[in-house]
């Protein structure tokens, strides 16, 4: 999962099809996995946050697999230096440690 990232017209475009400002993709990210982990733990529990709200849902789920790992991606590295293998952003790199330790 990631929010995409970047700046310039390819971005704007990108943001404007999805009908999303660019300066929530990351934010609506982070709380969609917020709301994710939320269904795989609360039947029918209400969720509330700044972007989703829904109430009365279950999910089926399997017996084996109560939650599912989320992979996060970043090459904000990349973008500032023009290479494919740069790696992540300190920045992008704390979100991930944070969510991992959240789930």
């Known amino acids: 999962m990631c929010a995409g990232g970047g700046a310039g017209p390819l971005w704007e475009a990108e943001s404007a099809a999805m009908g999303i400002p660019p300066t929530e993709r990351r934010r609506r990210m982070l709380e969609n996995i917020t709301a994710l982990r939320h269904l795989w733990t609360n039947d029918e529990a209400a969720f509330e946050g700044a972007f989703l709200r829904f109430s009365g849902i279950t999910l089926e789920r399997s017996r084996c ?6 992979w996060l991606t970043t090459n904000a590295g990349r973008l500032a230096n023009g290479q494919a293998d740069a790696g992540g952003s300190r920045v992008a790199l704390r979100r991930v440690e944070r969510l991992r330790t959240a789930g």
């Open 65 to 70: 697999a109560i939650t599912c790992p989320i």
